[in-house]
């Protein structure tokens, strides 16, 4: 005997009041049909009975999920009305299996009611006879089995195979179970044949990135997630990069399930490693060197005449040497920065440029305290150039100084913050300031002669001597670096430095010597100091090296995108087609009851899915730059002005606007609206980055783009464009972030608030438009995002400030409208509305029959057609009714750029375009307009 069946599904069939059904109460029924049912309330899988000719329906708990909402109402109800819509096939369905045969359905699509709201199914459906005690069928009996797991999985593969590169996973944390794709296999290393565990995972990830992965980091709170960490390939143990994205769902039951993609990115991690190095390397040449060290890039006037120049690189000795900080130096103009300066240097520096030939010079700069500098500058390349400085104020302060009185040297020498010294013609020396004889604890007599000697380091004394005697020699400059020994016993680096004063005659009256502490800078690497002669070229070097390895990281970044793309898609669009469907079948089945309260709210759900569902393809095709773009000559200045409101209302209260727009900007060729949405977008990120308030700029100029900015920019001509720079005082971004923030989907936001197809929108945007865009951006400070669209030069009326829409007019009667369009669906809803309004409409589902009916005598006002048509396309139809029909006017719909020329050219007079999907009013407004002679 088995025990009694519990669970709800057994109370309530025992509760029911199954006299008011034909199978009057539970106490008649035959022992088939109880010991049936008893059998399917104590099944497990879901299961369900259909007893009689109308298919009473009894059920288990199984069963109860995938009823969902329909549960309880549908216990004890006659088949056909419990699942109203299919309702022949149901009944056909009984009529053959209480025949005596079996059915089954495989995959049959459902759509679940569970706890979150409506969800996808797949199930395969059996059905088979119940046999009474005479042996004839009586009910049917009704067995299904979830497949959704197994679909897609073989959707995952599907796409894992179509996109190459990207292996999937399900992993089940409950039950450890875990599925993965051949492409998985692959990644990691492991035959077709292997078993592969969580376990054997784990087990390959590198220990020091474990924490980064693993269940731990896995839970429903934190739904999705994406882990880059490295492991020991399976096969040969190499040492690989891999990128894990995944989210978690669940699944029937309760149970957790995580679906991901896996990606090898050791190419990027390389790439980057390198970048990593060699700007390490190129850094700490930079920063280390004693020397003041800068690149310039000239700027010239229209007439291609150099009037100034602005710092590229500045290292942090310059401002030991100048007294101004140098990090604030980059990319500032010299004429803003050191007034004065440009009259000493420019001339010097565009000779440089010019000529090719390095210049070594000395300047007093009298913005800068009159000190004076002795500096080389060399060209790099282009309108760059490189330069090497030292302060040599003192030592000229010290020339002029002795050359006055030696009572005057004297009292300078004291007050340098340096150590002096001076010596006779033969080297002995025989003056010092006090803070030598501080520094070393000695007097001046003590120290005289060789006597200083004695504090220098012995391992450096030899080199020291050396040098010294070499520079007495041939009365050249004296420079080495040696430890000098601290009145405490401390030796501390110095760099001493001497120059021979020579009497009119040119006889050697003095020897002039400083020491500079150099303990604190002293790397090391100790042949940096020594670079000065070697730098400029190695400088060139690394940058080439840099400029590669940036070249290798964008590639890998590029391919790995497009992984990144397939996971985002896959898991946004299945959200939103969810959102759509659910609301959907709702809407159907309430229409189905014959209920329309209430069915406005899921229209809308699914509205708003679908609205979301068509701007996410928006800003996907814009990032693969084939969205259809409606450039046009454009004039920024009045667009930005027109959306002033709209920017304010979008930053709130706590950050300023500031809008500063250059005159006589010049004209440019793009999308209006794409613009719009690109400012619109930068606008959302600086107030992002700006929590608790700020400033947001947005600034227009004219700009020129040289070759070499040009070549550094990559694919981009050179030449005039308009810039759009919006600039926040934000967060900032640290340059890893700066990397990648135009890759899509990436983002650093939380869940729900970021989709990181902003600047990938906007960058495919620029891009399309033969522009480009850049990121500067401080952290701690700021942002700048600036667009460059090329310059537009035309007689053509220029489009301003988003057109005020004019008031249509009413229908004129007769107005006919030809609509082409093989989406029945898109035609009927098109027609209808056209209708609706007054229109008279012509259909056709093709080109060819579309061109026929251009071709009768009919009346056509507008051709609205699609451009994807089969046989010939929209653009097609259009010429070919020309040929009859010269002033015909059309509008093309179109989902995405079938034809590349679309941008360019495409659009012939009278024609325009609309973009799929359109909301259906502004479809009617864009008909109405033109109807009336307004193609805009
Ligand atoms: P999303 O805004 O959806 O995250 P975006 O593509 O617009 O996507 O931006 C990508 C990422 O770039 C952001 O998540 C953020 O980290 C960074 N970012 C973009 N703009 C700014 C800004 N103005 N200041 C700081 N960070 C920014
Ligand atoms: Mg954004």
């Known amino acids: 005997m088995p025990a009694r069946p519990s669970g709800e599904m057994a109370s309530l069939v025992r509760a029911f009041d199954w006299s008011r059904t034909v199978l009057g109460p539970m106490e008649s029924w035959p022992d088939r049909l109880k010991a049936t049912v008893d059998l399917i309330l104590h099944a497990r899988i879901p299961m369900a009975l259909l007893w009689g000719a109308d298919g009473v329906l009894i059920y288990n708990d199984g069963y109860r999920a995938i009823a969902g909402g329909r549960h309880p109402a549908i216990l004890g109800k006659k088949f056909s009305d419990a699942w109203p819509e299919p309702a022949r096939l149901n009944a056909q369905m009984l009529d053959v299996v209480l025949g005596g045969q079996v059915l089954h359905y495989r995959d049959q699509h459902l759509v679940l009611h569970r706890e979150h709201g409506p969800e996808d199914g797949w199930f395969d459906l059996d059905y088979s006879p119940v046999v009474d005690a005479q042996g004839v069928p009586a009910g049917v009996l009704m067995?299904?089995?979830?497949?959704?797991?197994?679909?897609?999985?073989?959707?995952?593969?599907?796409?894992?195979?179509?996109?190459?590169?990207?292996?999937?996973?399900?992993?089940?944390?409950?039950?450890?179970?875990?599925?993965?794709?051949?492409?998985?296999?692959?990644?990691?290393?492991?035959?077709?044949?292997?078993?592969?565990?969580?376990?054997?995972?784990?087990?390959?990830?590198?220990?020091?990135?474990?924490?980064?992965?693993?269940?731990?980091?896995?839970?429903?709170?934190?739904?999705?997630?994406?882990?880059?960490?490295?492991?020991?390939?399976?096969?040969?143990?190499?040492?690989?990069?891999?990128?894990?994205?995944?989210?978690?769902?669940?699944?029937?039951?309760?149970?957790?399930?995580?679906?991901?993609?896996?990606?090898?990115?050791?190419?990027?991690?390389?790439?980057?490693?390198?970048?990593?190095?060699?700007?390490?390397?190129?850094?700490?040449?930079?920063?280390?060197?004693?020397?003041?060290?800068?690149?310039?890039?000239?700027?010239?006037?229209?007439?291609?005449?150099?009037?100034?120049?602005?710092?590229?690189?500045?290292?942090?000795?310059?401002?030991?040497?100048?007294?101004?900080?140098?990090?604030?130096?980059?990319?500032?103009?010299?004429?803003?920065?050191?007034?004065?300066?440009?009259?000493?240097?420019?001339?010097?520096?565009?000779?440089?440029?010019?000529?090719?030939?390095?210049?070594?010079?000395?300047?007093?700069?009298?913005?800068?305290?009159?000190?004076?500098?002795?500096?080389?500058?060399?060209?790099?390349?282009?309108?760059?150039?490189?330069?090497?400085?030292?302060?040599?104020?003192?030592r000229k302060l010290i020339e002029t100084a002795l050359a006055e009185s030696e009572a005057r040297f004297r009292s300078l020498a004291q007050s340098v913050p340096n150590h002096v010294w001076a010596a006779g013609p033969d080297g002995r020396l025989d003056w010092f300031n006090d803070r030598v004889c501080r520094y070393s604890g000695m007097d001046a007599a003590t120290l005289s002669g060789d006597g200083w000697e004695s504090i220098v380091h012995p391992e450096d004394q030899a080199t020291t001597t050396l040098h010294w005697k070499a520079a007495l020699a041939d009365g050249s400059a004296y420079q080495t670096e040696f430890r000098?020994?601290?009145?405490?016993?401390?030796?501390?680096?110095?760099?001493?430095?001497?120059?021979?004063?020579?009497?009119?005659?040119?006889?050697?009256?003095?020897?002039?010597?400083?020491?500079?502490?150099?303990?604190?800078?002293?790397?090391?690497?100790?042949?940096?100091?020594?670079?000065?002669?070697?730098?400029?070229?190695?400088?060139?070097?690394?940058?080439?090296?840099?400029?590669?390895?940036?070249?290798?990281?964008?590639?890998?970044?590029?391919?790995?995108?497009?992984?990144?793309?397939?996971?985002?898609?896959?898991?946004?669009?299945?959200n939103l087609l969810q959102g759509i469907v659910g609301s959907l079948d709702i809407v159907q089945r309430r229409l189905g009851q014959g209920?329309?309260?209430?069915?406005?709210?899921?229209?809308?759900?699914?509205?708003?899915?679908?609205?979301?569902?068509?701007?996410?393809?928006?800003?996907?095709?814009?990032?693969?730059?084939?969205?259809?773009?409606?450039?046009?000559?454009?004039?920024?200045?009045?667009?930005?002005?027109?959306?002033?409101?709209?920017?304010?209302?979008?930053?709130?209260?706590?950050?300023?606007?500031?809008?500063?727009?250059?005159?006589?900007?010049?004209?440019?060729?793009?999308?209006?609206?794409?613009?719009?949405?690109?400012?619109?977008?930068?606008?959302?990120?600086?107030?992002?980055?700006?929590?608790?308030?700020?400033?947001?700029?947005?600034?227009?100029?004219?700009?020129?783009?040289?070759?070499?900015?040009?070549?550094?920019?990559?694919?981009?001509?050179?030449?005039p464009y308009v810039c759009i720079a919006v600039t926040d005082t934000g967060t900032g971004m640290p340059p890893d972030v700066v990397e990648r923030a135009f890759d899509p989907f990436f983002t650093t936001k939380p869940i729900g608030k970021g989709t990181g197809l902003g600047l990938s929108m906007i960058y495919g945007f620029t891009r399309q438009s033969d522009g480009f865009c850049r990121i500067r951006s401080e952290p701690g400070r700021g942002t700048t995002v600036s667009l460059y669209l090329p310059r537009h030069q035309s007689a053509a009326p220029v489009e301003e400030a988003a057109p005020v829409r004019p008031v249509a007019p009413e229908v004129e009667d007769g107005w006919t409208v030809l609509v082409v369009e093989d989406d029945l669906t898109v035609r009927a809803l098109v027609v209808e509305i056209l209708q609706e309004l007054g229109y008279r409409t012509l259909e056709a589902s093709d080109g060819p029959s579309g061109l026929q009916i251009l071709e009768s005598p009919e009346r056509i006002d507008l051709l609205l057609t699609d451009i994807g048509l089969p046989g010939l396309n929209g653009r097609q139809v259009?010429?070919?009714?020309?040929?009859?029909?010269?002033?015909?006017?059309?509008?093309?719909?179109?989902?995405?750029?079938?034809?590349?020329?679309?941008?360019?050219?495409?659009?012939?007079?009278?024609?325009?375009?609309?973009?799929?999907?359109?909301?259906?009013?502004?479809?009617?407004?864009?008909?109405?307009?033109?109807?009336?002679?307004?193609?805009?």
């Open 143 to 394: 067995v299904v089995t979830e497949t959704t797991d197994t679909l897609r999985t073989e959707q995952r593969l599907r796409m894992a195979q179509e996109s190459g590169g990207i292996g999937t996973f399900e992993w089940y944390p409950d039950t450890g179970r875990l599925d993965v794709s051949p492409e998985f296999r692959k990644i990691w290393g492991f035959g077709p044949h292997v078993q592969v565990t969580d376990r054997m995972l784990m087990d390959l990830v590198d220990p020091i990135d474990l924490p980064r992965t693993g269940p731990a980091r896995i839970d429903q709170a934190n739904p999705l997630e994406y882990a880059e960490y490295r492991i020991r390939r399976a096969d040969d143990g190499e040492l690989r990069w891999i990128a894990r994205r995944g989210e978690v769902i669940t699944a029937p039951g309760g149970q957790l399930r995580f679906l991901g993609v896996s990606i090898d990115i050791t190419d990027r991690k390389q790439a980057e490693e390198a970048v990593r190095t060699s700007e390490a390397r190129w850094r700490g040449l930079f920063e280390q060197m004693q020397e003041g060290f800068y690149i310039g890039d000239l700027i010239r006037d229209a007439s291609d005449m150099p009037v100034d120049f602005r710092f590229v690189e500045v290292n942090p000795a310059f401002e030991v040497h100048t007294g101004l900080p140098w990090h604030a130096m980059i990319g500032k103009r010299v004429r803003d920065v050191i007034p004065g300066a440009l009259e000493h240097l420019l001339p010097i520096f565009a000779r440089v440029v010019e000529t090719g030939t390095p210049e070594q010079f000395e300047a007093q700069i009298p913005a800068l305290e009159d000190r004076w500098f002795e500096a080389r500058a060399r060209l790099v390349g282009g309108d760059r150039f490189a330069v090497l400085f030292i302060d040599i104020t003192t």
């Open 484 to 574: 000098l020994r601290r009145h405490d016993g401390v030796y501390r680096w110095h760099i001493a430095r001497a120059l021979p004063i020579r009497s009119e005659d040119g006889q050697i009256r003095r020897w002039i010597g400083t020491n500079t502490d150099i303990d604190d800078r002293k790397s090391t690497s100790d042949a940096l100091a020594r670079l000065a002669e070697t730098l400029e070229e190695r400088v060139a070097e690394r940058t080439a090296e840099l400029t590669r390895a940036h070249e290798a990281l964008r590639q890998s970044q590029k391919m790995e995108a497009v992984g990144q793309l397939t996971g985002g898609i896959a898991h946004d669009f299945n």
């Open 595 to 719: 209920r329309v309260d209430d069915v406005d709210r899921f229209v809308s759900g699914a509205m708003a899915s679908a609205n979301r569902a068509a701007a996410l393809t928006h800003r996907l095709l814009a990032f693969s730059r084939r969205q259809p773009l409606d450039p046009k000559p454009l004039r920024a200045n009045p667009l930005l002005g027109s959306m002033e409101d709209l920017l304010r209302r979008t930053i709130g209260m706590s950050i300023d606007l500031a809008l500063v727009t250059a005159n006589d900007l010049w004209e440019t060729l793009c999308d209006a609206n794409q613009l719009e949405s690109a400012v619109l977008n930068l606008a959302i990120n600086a107030r992002d980055a700006m929590p608790s308030g700020g400033r947001l700029m947005v600034e227009t100029s004219n700009a020129w783009l040289d070759e070499e900015e040009a070549a550094r920019a990559g694919e981009v001509r050179p030449g």
């Open 878 to 936: 259009a010429s070919g009714a020309r040929a009859c029909r010269p002033d015909l006017k059309v509008l093309f719909m179109t989902g995405y750029a079938e034809n590349a020329a679309l941008a360019n050219g495409f659009l012939g007079p009278n024609m325009a375009l609309i973009t799929k999907p359109f909301p259906m009013d502004g479809l009617v407004d864009r008909v109405r307009r033109i109807l009336n002679g307004n193609m805009e």
